[in-house]
């Protein structure tokens, strides 16, 4: 069964910072990525999707990177805004599958 | 145009209770897929389908839980004898397709709470 770990569970930084949103995965087999956001009580919105083959995207301020052979994901956010304060959760499809599996999600909150 | 939309919003019932939470997907899109949040957690599969047909059902708990999609389009996922433990956020996702480039986009949700 995969394993999806997000690092860390929550962060606080103030608006303006570039950070980091760590995914690690057990199973390198992957088929692709994607990174969502989740706000209070709503749905999931698709930020992201990385194939197996490609090693990153980019959309805006928002970056995403790929290391199958690690097992690892990053999504980097440049010049913070309190708008992006959300849960960012990070969700691997394998080869032999059609469901993501989804880690427990980094909670952001960026302050004025 | 309109994304995936699921209704009801909420839905509170009593223990022993049968719910339905309806699905409909962005039109066009051959791939469903239903999930469930608990609070604190990431969405969990429950149940894909592939045009009509149930294409994997391996997430599903238990034999209480039973979903369709009778014409390819709308889905429904029915719950029987419904438990405490059955309250979560059940959320839908629809996709163009399986290739490896295909999004799965989500809807709201419907939050079940059971009393």
């Known amino acids: 069964k995969q394993e999806v770990t997000q690092i860390p569970a929550a962060l606080s930084v103030p608006e303006g910072e570039n950070l980091v949103l760590n995914c690690s995965f057990t199973d390198s087999a992957i088929y692709n990525l994607q990174w969502f956001r989740q706000d209070p009580g709503k749905g999931l919105t698709s930020l992201l999707l990385i194939q197996s083959s490609q090693r990153e995207q980019t959309s805006g301020r928002l970056n995403a990177s790929l290391d199958k052979s690690s097992g690892r994901s990053t999504l980097y956010i440049a010049a913070s805004q309190p708008g992006d304060s959300a849960t960012y959760l990070c969700a691997v499809r394998l080869n032999s599958g059609y469901a993501l599996n989804f880690g427990k999600g980094t909670s952001l909150l960026v302050t004025p | 145009g309109a994304g995936v939309s699921q209704t009801p919003s909420n839905k509170v019932t009593e223990k022993g209770k049968y719910v339905e939470l309806r699905c409909d997907p962005i039109s066009g899109h051959t791939a469903l897929y239903w999930y469930r949040q608990s609070l604190g957690q990431g969405p969990e599969f429950l149940i894909y389908?592939?045009?009509?047909?149930?294409?994997?059902d391996s997430g599903l708990p238990n034999d209480r839980f039973f979903a369709v999609r009778p014409e390819g389009s709308v889905s429904t996922l029915k719950i029987q004898r419904t438990e405490r433990g059955d309250s979560a956020v059940y959320l839908c996702?629809?996709?163009?397709?399986?290739?490896?480039?295909?999004?799965?986009?989500f809807g709201p949700g419907t939050r079940l709470t059971v009393l």
């Open positions: 996702a629809s996709s163009p397709g399986l290739a490896s480039y295909n999004e799965q986009f």
């Open positions: 389908f592939q045009g009509t047909g149930a294409a994997d």
